[in-house]
């Protein structure tokens, strides 16, 4: 079991990096407004575990009042008695007042599920959420994301977003 779970994180610790330096390429190619990294931590309520993961949001807009962008995600789950299971997803988020203090945002986009005890499918991602900006480059926030399809799910999860 030791072994599935020393594969699996550095499978998953891979993946990440390789996304970061990814999002940052983009970043400088594009000339988008923010690039963000953020770590997080969720409850699926559909399985009853917790998950750990990673996301993204690649600013494409230039309006000061609203923004569009890319928001590419990496979750790790714990699922039964396969130590791990991997989901990606990329959607496209709308943040409805970059003037306010809290942002509500939503997106909407696919994602896929990997993992040997896992039924591995093509899934709709839909999420709302909310950031609290502050005058720091690091801002919390909290959202709501439904998966659905083959394996779908209800999923509270939260965390700090780190402009880079």
Do not use: C
């Not at 996304?19 to 407004?33: D, K, V």
């Not at 994602?111 to 502050?134: P, Y």
């Amino acid at each position: 079991m030791f072994k599935k779970i020393g594969s699996s994180m550095r499978l998953t610790l891979l993946l990440t990096v390789l996304w970061i330096m990814t999002a940052m390429t983009l970043s400088a190619q594009i000339g988008q407004r923010a690039t963000y990294i953020a770590p997080n931590i969720g409850y699926d309520i559909s399985s009853s575990r917790l998950f750990l993961g990673a996301q993204s949001f690649l600013d494409m807009s230039n309006s000061a009042s609203t923004s569009f962008g890319i928001a590419p995600s990496l979750d790790l789950y714990a699922i039964g008695s396969d130590p791990f299971a991997v989901g990606l997803h990329a959607a496209a988020m709308f943040i409805f007042s970059r003037t306010e203090q809290t942002q509500p945002y939503a997106s909407a986009g696919l994602g896929l599920l990997i993992g040997s005890g896992v039924t591995s499918g093509l899934l709709v991602n839909l999420t709302g959420g909310v950031r609290f900006m502050a005058d720091s480059p690091i801002v919390p926030f909290a959202q709501v994301n439904m998966l659905i399809g083959s394996g779908s799910a209800f999923r509270l999860m939260g965390g700090v977003m780190f402009k880079i």
